[in-house]
T-cell receptor, first 113, second 114 residues
Framework: EAQVTQNPRYLITVTGKKLTVTCSQN?????MSWYRQDPGLGLRQIYY???????DKGDVPEGYKVSRKEKRNFPLILESPSPNQTSLYFC????????????FGPGTRLTVT | DAKTTQPPSMDCAEGRAANLPCNHS???????VYWYRQIHSQGPQYIIH???NNETNEMASLIITEDRKSSTLILPHATLRDTAVYYC???????????????FGQGTELSVKP
């Protein structure tokens, strides 16, 4: 089944403890992206990747890192999480440089205390 | 900032057509109109997109005005499972490094009622 998977789906952690949220797609898509969703602010793009080894900042990149060593994986790294990074995170992928439809993962709900 | 304006909420009777409007008066010639929906904190789901011409797929129809300043998403026979937040998004094609960005606004919360 074609899909985007994220792990973990739920995470509660403490301030400053490094964490990684994984994202994987099995559709051989070039483009991948991370969004966060907060009440009243909608979905905002954090980082995106047009292809392997090509990443760029979205609208809210502060406090996050990404890497794209393989086409299928696009992990989101929080080196020192803070409470303002408590949010619902979505990974997405798309076949052609981001145009056309984007397929979203099921989301990761992160709470930083 | 989102470049679209949508009503915050709408109701629709089950089995009837749901017509969701969207204004995008500042749309540029190379910008597409996309529609996604999100059901209760699940990942957004692509519905349809278009540039100039009206489009139809198995989920919905997209009607774009001739001046491209507004569009309407039509769900021809709404069901209870269509209750969701619907997002209208305009975005550029593959231009520079902005090709992939989706800028979500607040969307329209559609409630389909029995």
């Amino acid at each position: 089944e074609a899909q985007v998977t994220q792990n973990p789906r739920y995470l509660i952690t403490v301030t400053g403890k490094k964490l990684t949220v994984t994202c994987s797609q099995n559709m051989n898509h070039e483009y991948m992206s991370w969004y966060r969703q907060d009440p009243g602010l909608g979905l905002r793009q954090i980082y995106y990747s047009m292809n392997v080894e090509v990443t760029d900042k979205g609208d809210v990149p502060e406090g996050y890192k990404v890497s794209r060593k393989e086409k299928r994986n696009f992990p989101l790294i929080l080196e020192s999480p803070s409470p303002n990074q408590t949010s619902l995170y979505f990974c997405a992928s798309s076949p052609r440089g981001g145009i056309g439809e984007q397929y979203f993962g099921p989301g990761t709900r992160l709470t930083v205390t | 900032d989102a470049k679209t304006t949508q009503p915050p909420s709408m109701d629709c009777a089950e089995g009837r057509a749901a017509n969701l409007p969207c204004n995008h008066s500042t749309i540029s010639g190379n910008e597409y109109v996309y529609w996604y929906r999100q059901i209760h904190s699940q990942g957004p789901q692509y519905i349809i997109h278009g540039l100039k011409n009206n489009e139809t797929n198995e989920m919905a129809s997209l009607i774009i005005t001739e001046d491209r300043k507004s569009s309407t998403l039509i769900l021809p026979h709404a069901t209870l499972r269509d209750t969701a937040v619907y997002y209208c998004i305009v975005r550029v094609g593959l231009v520079g490094n902005q090709g992939g960005k989706l800028i979500f606004g607040q969307g329209t919360e559609l409630s389909v009622k029995p």
